[in-house]
T-cell receptor, first 115, second 113 residues
Framework: AQKVTQAQTEISVVEKEDVTLDCVYETRDTTYYLFWYKQPPSGELVFLIRRNSFDEQNEISGRYSWNFQKSTSSFNFTITASQVVDSAVYFCALSEAQDDYKLSFGAGTTVTVRA | SQTIHQWPATLVQPVGSPLSLECTVEGTSNPNLYWYRQAAGRGLQLLFYSVGIGQISSEVPQNLSASRPQDRQFILSSKKLLLSDSGFYLC????????????FGQGTRLTVV
């Protein structure tokens, strides 16, 4: 069963628009971690953020913000005032204590920001 | 600071040929090491991981194998490549605790023809 679902396959926006990427996860573990990674056209995955299951505090880093809601098992990512350099594939991932903390990735969302 | 090196960047191999992809990590000791594969337009699939020298865990039965001959070296191999082995292979390392984020190499794009 898919542990991480990213329902949006592709999103296209015009520069300066906000874009929100959805991530829904599934786990029975009480101890788990959630991550977001960015994969630019070069292919290397770039780590963006980690959140643990005991910390539901939302976070903002520059134009990026993350909304973690355990009640809905969601960990959504918003890019504010998008820029062309934000064009990439974004992956949400889950690691669970009961699964030796192995990273399970969603299918990814391709974001295209048009000038 | 820690760095991860993965090579080659691209590889075109005929069906039935052997494969050897290498990954090394610098600046840390006893890292947790991972091999992932990304098929075109799809997410990442964990293939192998290692928590120490000679310790390899396989996630998906397949045509590939992995080895860790040294603390910071992780090798992905195949004796005979199949067309279905084509994809983007990524090596990653993680510090202890394993709960923390993984850092990825630049990847190898393998095309089996």
């Amino acid at each position: 069963a898919q542990k991480v679902t990213q329902a949006q396959t592709e999103i296209s926006v015009v520069e300066k628009e906000d874009v929100t990427l959805d991530c829904v996860y599934e786990t029975r573990d009480t101890t788990y971690y959630l991550f977001w990674y960015k994969q630019p056209p070069s292919g290397e995955l770039v780590f963006l953020i980690r959140r643990n299951s005991f910390d539901e505090q939302n976070e903002i880093s520059g134009r990026y913000s993350w909304n973690f809601q355990k009640s809905t098992s969601s960990f959504n990512f918003t890019i504010t005032a998008s820029q062309v350099v934000d064009s990439a594939v974004y992956f949400c991932a889950l690691s669970e204590a009961q699964d030796d903390y192995k990273l399970s990735f969603g299918a990814g969302t391709t974001v295209t920001v048009r000038a | 600071s820690q760095t991860i090196h993965q090579w080659p960047a691209t590889l075109v191999q005929p069906v039935g040929s052997p494969l050897s992809l290498e990954c090394t990590v610098e600046g840390t000791s006893n890292p947790n090491l991972y091999w992932y594969r990304q098929a075109a337009g799809r997410g990442l699939q964990l293939l192998f991981y290692s928590v120490g020298i000679g310790q390899i865990s396989s996630e998906v039965p397949q045509n590939l194998s992995a080895s860790r001959p040294q603390d910071r070296q992780f090798i992905l191999s195949s004796k005979k490549l199949l067309l279905s082995d084509s994809g983007f292979y990524l090596c990653a390392w993680r510090d202890t605790p394993r709960a923390h984020e993984a850092f990825f190499g630049q990847g190898t794009r393998l095309t089996v023809v």
